[in-house]
């Protein structure tokens, strides 16, 4: 038997199966792999709503070790935490729709901008405009997938659709993004 283990060494899933046997010290390394991203993945996914995305990952975390059995040992980590972190971010979009929402211009209000970055913080905020008009997996979609790093096939399984559809959702946000964002693509607004 071991007297030291290095969980710095051992999967995602490997730490979850020795969550599941009662090591509560495999959930800090989880929580450290994954925090950083998770939070980037809730503040978007939320409106840029820090203080939200925060308490989502707190419980997305307390979820993890409240109930470690409900993970499969034989599927990938991942995919796991994000579906979860999904369902989540869909369940507060069904609540939103009954409250009305803050806008983006009142999120945005008393932010100084700096000259030199106007065209970049105009860019952002038009980006984010877009995105927020987007479906919440066409969203989530997209920010797994240039935000987060996912690739297709763990975007898929997340989501719960074929690899096809995610390629497809991407290739018609790519478009849509395109479309709306050409003003800032200097080649187009030189043609004009």
């Known amino acids: 038997m071991r007297l030291f283990r290095s969980y710095h060494t051992e999967s995602d899933e490997e730490l979850m199966r020795l969550l599941q046997r009662g090591e509560e010290q ?103 405009i877009v995105l927020d008009s987007l479906d919440e997996d066409d969203k989530a979609a997209f920010v797994m997938r240039y935000e987060m790093e996912m690739t297709v096939k763990d975007i898929a399984s997340t989501l719960n659709l074929p690899e096809g559809s995610v390629k497809s959702k991407l290739f018609y946000i790519r478009k849509k993004l395109s479309e709306r964002l050409q003003v800032f693509n200097p080649l187009k607004s030189n043609a004009l």
Request: with cysteine.
């Open 26 to 128: 495999a959930l800090v390394h989880l929580y450290e792999r994954y925090n950083i991203k998770l939070l980037r993945y809730f503040h978007r996914m939320l409106w840029r709503d820090e203080t939200r995305a925060q308490d989502f990952l707190q419980d997305l975390f307390i979820k993890v070790i409240e109930q470690p059995g409900r993970f499969n040992v034989n599927l990938k980590f991942s995919t796991w935490l994000y579906s979860i972190a999904h369902n989540m971010c869909k369940n507060e979009y069904r609540k939103q729709k009954l409250r009305p929402m803050v806008t983006s211009s009142e999120l945005n209000a008393g932010v100084q901008l700096i000259p030199e970055t106007i065209d970049n913080v105009k860019f952002r905020s038009e980006l984010e």
